[in-house]
């Protein structure tokens, strides 16, 4: 007696014909008071369980219902019908908990098309639907695709701080963590409170970004990345924004900004080819349900190409490289803004890029991914390499098809004077940063690095919308539920 997983017998198939096994899982239908559809999450697929009824206990079949989890004793037989190679010939089955049917009605459990909105609400319970479980399953692949890119590329994994006193960003988006009691907060001589009183004896908050660690142990370790959770109290409430997320954060000495770019486009379409060879049926699945949704929409916002043609594309192609002054040139000159169609309408140099201005150049302008560099240095971040001209900074942005960001990353500032002017013009508080300021004084190199929203990625490869719909338990605004 074998107790498989069903993933793996279905991969047997007619292998295993003969073999008395056991299966467990989720009735996710059951016909005729005779055939069971039973999935336990490691496939797609479902194994079907052929139920003698004649000679089952009543009481048990009563039992077999949408949502009831199970345990099949059975016999692996050829299937009669179509649609499956093999099927379980049930000897006996017993049930480990069975269903309210009144109140399944109002789950998303209920076998029928649910919006994404609505399980969302019941976010503890999408795992067992076929849309989430399959975006899961690609999370999963494109996550050990990542490990497995950076391990054979020889990246060590360096786990960086959750809780940090500096706010590498210097975009003043953080979560402060305390374990004061807020209705008796310490107060200094002025007024203020004291967090020399705090747990750390400073003030503290959740990490936004792990590169300045990461660039430490680069200035040891020569390659590294980081991959862990990050934190942001930017008020966006968008479908691309997340209070909560993962990062995956490379870094690496000796490199400059064509390393970087490089080392980009080759790592995301590595993890994407890993996808695509590991997760055939979830994204078969997924792609017949983009294909859906695009009849859905109006001509003007339809993808021209299928969720699998846009991979493959992103693959094949070469990402366009451009300076941020020759996409100004391009969004000035172009249709939508002559007509005024931007929501920002694109008017000098200098000007921040949003997602529709990212979209244009992608979708639009090129239809390819492009990596977007030099850009004005008074919209990036301090620690990014300034250019010659003193103007633009050695920053780059992997811009893609219906996500707009993918990427954000640059060549870093290793140039110590340069570094600490920066950092006073823009207001970065340096002794919090001393640490940081040291790997400019001991042998400090050029080197670079980026960084790639995991959620971004697997709402490409899924091909889903909003990013609420790509982690198990979304934080936005006004929303930690579970
Ligand atoms: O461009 P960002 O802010 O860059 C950094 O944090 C750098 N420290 C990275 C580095 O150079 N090591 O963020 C990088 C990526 C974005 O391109 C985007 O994919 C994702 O992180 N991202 C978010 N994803 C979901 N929700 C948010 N609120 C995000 N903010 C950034
Ligand atoms: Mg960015």
Known sequence: ???????????????????????????????????????????????????????????????????????????????????????????????????????????????????????????????????????????????????????????????????????????????????????????????????????????????????????????????????????????????????????????????????????????????????????KDDLAFLAERFDNEQKQKSKEERSELGLMQRLEYVLKNKFVRLTYTEAIDILKNSKTNKKKKFKYPIEEWGADLQSEHERYLVEKHFKSPVILYNYPAKIKAFYMRLNEDEKTVRAMDVLFPGIGEIIGGSQREERLDVLLRKMSEMNIDQDELWWYIDTRKFGTVPHSGFGLGLERLVLFVTGMANIRDVIPFPRTPKNAEF
């Not at 305390?178 to 001589?189: A, G, H, I, M, S």
């Open 1 to 279: 007696m074998i107790s498989y997983c069903i993933d793996e017998l279905l991969k047997k198939g007619k292998d295993a014909v003969h073999q008395d096994v056991i299966v467990k899982g989720w009735v996710r239908s059951f016909r005729s008071n005779r055939f069971v559809a039973l999935n336990d999450g490691s496939t797609i697929n479902n194994i079907q369980i052929v139920v003698d009824f004649e000679n089952f206990d009543t009481e048990i079949l009563n039992q077999i219902s949408v949502g009831a989890s199970i345990k099949v004793i059975g016999v692996v037989v050829e299937s009669q019908g179509k649609g499956q190679e093999i099927e379980v010939k049930a000897n006996q089955i017993k049930i480990y908990g069975g269903v309210n049917p009144d109140e399944l009605q109002e789950t998303v459990l209920q076998p029928k098309r649910h919006s994404l909105e609505f399980l969302r609400e019941q976010a503890h319970l999408r795992f067992r639907t076929n849309t989430f479980a399959a975006i899961m399953r690609v999370r999963h692949a494109l996550m050990f695709g990542i490990h497995a890119y950076y391990n054979q590329n020889g990246f060590f994994y360096v786990n960086t701080p959750i809780i940090t006193g500096s706010d590498a960003e210097g975009a003043g988006e953080m979560f402060t963590i305390t374990n004061f009691d807020l209705n008796q907060l310490p107060k200094d001589e002025t007024g203020n409170i004291d967090f020399k009183e705090d747990f750390f004896g400073k003030r503290t908050n959740l990490t936004v970004s792990g590169q300045l660690e990461a660039e430490a142990a680069a200035m040891g370790l020569g390659k590294v990345y980081t991959f862990g959770p990050t934190f942001r109290a930017e008020n966006s409430n968008t479908s691309r924004h997340l209070a909560e997320f993962w990062m995956i954060e490379p870094e690496v000495a000796f490199n400059d900004l064509d390393d970087n770019m490089d080392l980009a486009e080759d790592f995301i379409k590595y993890v994407i080819q890993y996808a695509i060879d590991n997760c």
